[in-house]
Structure formats: C-alpha cells, structure tokens
C-alpha cells in the first residue's frame, strides 16, 4: 500500500495501475527538461528552450501525473496547498522513477522524509603494543 498525506486527510492506493505508466510521458519529459535547465545554470550556460518553460507549466504537468499515480483521489490543488515544498519535485521524480524502472514496491509513504545526517562516531586510536 501506498499513501499520501495531504494536511490532515490521508490517501492509498493498493498498487500503482498501468495507467501511471501510460501517462507518464509528459511529466517525465518536464522533469527532464527541469532538471536539465538546472545542471545547465549550475554551469553558467543558457540552454535556447529555458526562456519557454514556465514554473507552473513544470509543476502543473508534474502534479497532475502525481494525482493519476493516486486514481485522482486528490486534485492538483490539494497537493498544491498541502504538500510540503521542499519535498514537492523530489518525490515527484522518485515515483516518476520507480514506474518507470517498475519497481513501485519501494514506494511507500508521501511526503518522504529527508534522510538523516548521522555524526560519525570516530572510535579513538588504540595504541600499538610494544614488540
């Protein structure tokens, strides 16, 4: 089962249906072109199509395949109001890849939680027996 948590009411679904993956295409293309306009302004360059992607054309594309990947049990302005930005576009992408690659068994709870930075524990250095 997987859920999703959008402020106070919470949706499932069993399985992801084979309508998820054909409906994919469009949201995983914007994903594509986001993420290559992004490693493109990391190195200074411009890509000719940046200027024709819009924020809200990326989003709105991205979260309405979100809201099939849930059988439309939510609409694209509940995940608009109720999910948490940070978590928005990361999410996105992992279910966009694990449908993708069919493996859908490691989805399992949205929002995900950000990874925890554990402190390394640094054991102190024993001493070398004298010989």
């Excluded at 993708?100 to 709870?109: G, M, S, V, Y």
Aim: aromatic share 6%; charged share 25%; net charge negative.
């Amino acid at each position: 089962m997987i859920t999703c948590t959008l402020g106070e009411k919470k949706y499932s679904v069993d399985f992801i249906s084979g309508r998820a993956l054909r409906e994919m295409e469009p949201a995983a293309k914007m994903y594509s072109r986001v993420v290559a306009i992004a490693n493109a302004a990391a190195k200074g360059e411009i890509l000719p199509d940046a200027e024709q992607l819009t924020i809200p054309e990326a989003l709105d594309e991205m979260i309405r395949w979100f809201c099939i990947l849930f059988n439309n049990q939510f609409t694209p302005d509940d995940v608009l109001d109720g999910y948490p930005v940070d978590r928005l576009m990361h999410d996105i992408a992992l279910a966009l890849m694990a449908v993708q690659t069919q493996t859908t068994e490691i989805l399992d709870e949205f929002p995900t939680k950000a990874a925890e930075e554990k402190t390394p524990t640094v054991e102190p250095v024993k001493p070398m027996a004298e010989s």
